[in-house]
Nanobody
Framework: QLQFVESGGGLVQPGGSLRLSCEASGFAFDYYDVGWFRQAPGTEREGVACISPGGAGRDYADSVKGRFTISRDNKKNTLYLQMNNLQPEDTANYYC?????????????????WGQGTQVTVSS
């Protein structure tokens, strides 16, 4: 079964940090460009950050540049998102999936179904 399982979300105060993890199973994780996406209530899902198979290529949404860092460990089949200086507008459910290319971090390529995500809430 092809899937991602996201974890690491929680409640954090503005200015705080979280590290999200996403474990892949059922497919060749190290073959694919992958990325993090998020969706807040009443909004469309948006791309946050994407990364190439080897990790050298990375792309970020303007809203998170300088605050978030995407990385991957292919030996552990795991994708990470380090989030620093979190703000209330970062509140959302965060998902990971495969993408066509890291340079086009706009949506899934349909290889792996969307998972349940992990909720991030930034509030004082």
């Amino acid at each position: 079964q092809l899937q991602f399982v996201e974890s690491g979300g929680g409640l954090v105060q503005p200015g705080g940090s979280l590290r999200l993890s996403c474990e892949a199973s059922g497919f060749a994780f190290d073959y694919y460009d992958v990325g993090w996406f998020r969706q807040a209530p009443g909004t469309e899902r948006e791309g946050v950050a994407c990364i190439s198979p080897g990790g050298a290529g990375r792309d970020y949404a303007d809203s998170v540049k300088g605050r978030f860092t995407i990385s991957r460990d292919n030996k552990k089949n795991t994708l990470y998102l380090q989030m620093n200086n979190l703000q209330p507008e970062d509140t959302a459910n965060y998902y990971c999936t495969t993408v066509r290319t890291y340079a086009d971090c706009s949506g899934s390529n349909g290889v792996v179904p969307w998972g349940q995500g992990t909720q991030v809430t930034v509030s004082s």
